[in-house]
């Protein structure tokens, strides 16, 4: 057996999962990843559904979502104990110490501030990833293109100038 | 900070509560059991996890072009789907369900995500999947993505939905080509295999995971 999947393997397998969530006879939606994270702190913060629209309007994307999360929780843990073996507490990347620096607050308070506009970038495009980029493009959905536009190019543009490159391989 | 007052739920639950309330809400929808939809997250996580493209070296390092398993393998799942669906739907098996063309948000919110994807070196499906692993960095971002959760909450009448913007419609790519609808599907996902294929492999690996596997499992030695 080996311990990690070819990336065509990968895709075929996402392939499936995402016709399965769409048919009828599975979810008959599309699968999205980040609705549940306002509707999570929503219910960490017990905020008033009366006061706040937003909640409402997500209430039930971000009870899916919240279930599937705990599920992508639960896959990821033992994938990662029982077949990729990768499962080790760590506080900073291999990659980061070679191309960033070797300070764990850098890397924490970077992390921090990323995640914290990512669920910003995230609500205001109202998808992410996988229910953009994923998910909608496999609709052919123009919303979808152009994000998956904008944020290829961000991504790109912002790895050249945060991270340091040059003479390494 | 004092002006910042959170308008809470009267009823006194415990978080434990609220989690409840959400399984619920799911065992009232139409969108499959809550077995299926756990099912379907311990799937996706398995995946991420078995593909190892959860990793800081394969999403901060495509940001660097350093690797582009990222990009081969979702132009792969674009593609193979965009074909599937099309057909899925036109036979009544399943229903689109697009969302719309909020201009200013999507650009925005596409430059913020793409920004941070870079310096997190994760996005909101693989993050679960790197915290699920031992990640506490990941788990530092995921407070801080709850915060701005939080935050667009809070602040989403006042500020955040007029600065979306108002929607252009919900056009996907067919609506432009009327007549030709089932070849436009088709071309559109044979080009984006294509482009998967044809994206050059590179890849960034990260030994503290490598060094734990027998030689003869290396990909990097092979």
Redesign the interface.
């Known amino acids: 057996m080996?311990?990690?999947?070819?990336?065509?393997?990968?895709?075929?397998?996402?392939?499936f999962?995402?016709?399965?969530?769409?048919?009828?006879?599975?979810?008959?939606?599309?699968?999205g990843?980040?609705t549940?994270?306002?509707?999570?702190?929503?219910?960490?913060?017990?905020?008033?559904?009366e006061?706040?629209?937003?909640?409402n309007?997500i209430?039930?994307s971000?009870?899916?979502e919240?279930?599937?999360?705990?599920?992508?929780?639960?896959?990821?843990?033992?994938?990662?104990v029982f077949?990729?073996?990768?499962?080790?507490?760590?506080?900073?990347?291999?990659?980061?110490k070679t191309?960033k620096n070797n300070s764990i607050t850098s890397?924490?308070l970077?992390?921090?501030?990323?995640?914290?506009?990512?669920?910003?970038?995230?609500?205001?495009?109202?998808?992410?990833?996988?229910?953009?980029?994923?998910?909608?493009?496999?609709?052919?959905?123009?919303?979808?293109?152009?994000?998956g536009?904008?944020?290829?190019?961000?991504?790109?543009?912002?790895?050249?100038l945060?991270?340091n490159?040059k003479g390494k391989k | 900070m004092a002006d910042i007052i959170?308008?809470?739920?009267?009823e006194n639950?415990t978080?434990m509560d609220?989690?409840f309330t959400?399984?619920e809400?799911?065992i009232h929808?139409?969108?499959?059991s809550?077995a299926?939809?756990?099912?379907?997250?311990?799937?996706?996580?398995?995946?991420?996890?078995?593909?190892?493209?959860?990793?800081?070296?394969k999403i901060?390092?495509?940001?660097?072009?350093?690797d582009t398993?990222i990009?081969?393998?979702?132009?792969?799942?674009?593609g193979?789907?965009?074909i599937?669906?099309?057909f899925?739907i036109d036979a009544?098996?399943?229903?689109?369900?697009?969302?719309?063309?909020?201009?200013q948000?999507?650009?925005?919110?596409?430059?913020?995500?793409?920004?941070?994807?870079?310096?997190?070196?994760k996005?909101?499906?693989?993050?679960?999947?790197?915290?699920?692993?031992?990640?506490?960095?990941?788990l530092?971002?995921?407070?801080?993505?709850?915060?701005?959760?939080?935050?667009?909450?809070?602040y989403?009448?006042d500020f955040?939905k007029p600065?979306?913007g108002e929607s252009l419609g919900?056009?996907?790519?067919?609506d432009y080509f009327k007549g030709d609808e089932d070849m436009?599907?088709i071309i559109?996902g044979l080009v984006?295999i294509a482009i998967?294929i044809a994206i050059p492999?590179i890849e960034?690996f990260?030994?503290?995971?490598l060094c734990?596997?027998p030689d003869d499992?290396r990909?990097d030695k092979k």
């Open positions: 080996t311990n990690r999947l070819p990336w065509w393997m990968g895709g075929i397998l996402m392939s999962l995402l016709l399965l969530t769409f048919s009828i006879y599975g979810a008959d939606r599309a699968i990843a980040s549940y994270v306002p509707y999570a702190a929503s219910l960490i913060f017990n905020l008033d559904p006061k706040y629209s937003y909640i309007h209430k039930d971000g009870s899916w919240g279930v599937m999360l705990l599920g992508v929780l639960f896959g990821g843990f033992i994938t990662s077949i990729t073996k990768s499962f080790r507490i760590s506080l900073i990347p291999t990659a980061w191309y890397r924490l970077w992390s921090f501030f990323s995640g914290f506009i990512m669920i910003i970038g995230a609500r205001l495009a109202g998808g992410c990833t996988s229910g953009h980029f994923m998910s909608g493009m496999s609709q052919l959905a123009i919303s979808a293109m152009i994000f536009g904008v944020v290829m190019l961000t991504l790109v543009i912002t790895g050249k945060f991270y490159t | 959170f308008v809470t739920n009267e639950t978080v609220r989690v959400m399984v809400n799911v929808m139409e969108h499959g809550v299926l939809v756990f099912l379907i997250g311990v799937i996706f996580g398995g995946i991420i996890q078995y593909t190892r493209v959860d990793k800081f070296e901060a390092g495509f940001s660097m072009l350093k398993i990009p081969k393998m979702l132009f792969l799942t674009v193979l789907t965009s599937g669906l099309y899925m009544g098996g399943a229903h689109y369900h697009v969302k719309p063309i909020i201009l948000g999507l650009i925005i919110g596409g430059i913020l995500f793409g920004i941070s994807m870079a310096i997190l070196g996005c909101p499906g693989t993050g679960p999947v790197s915290i699920a692993e031992g990640r506490i960095d990941v530092v971002g995921a407070i801080g993505g709850l915060l701005g959760g939080l935050v667009f909450t809070l989403y009448d955040f600065l979306m919900k056009d996907i790519l067919t436009t599907a559109f984006v998967a492999k960034l990260d030994e503290a995971d734990r596997l499992k990909p």
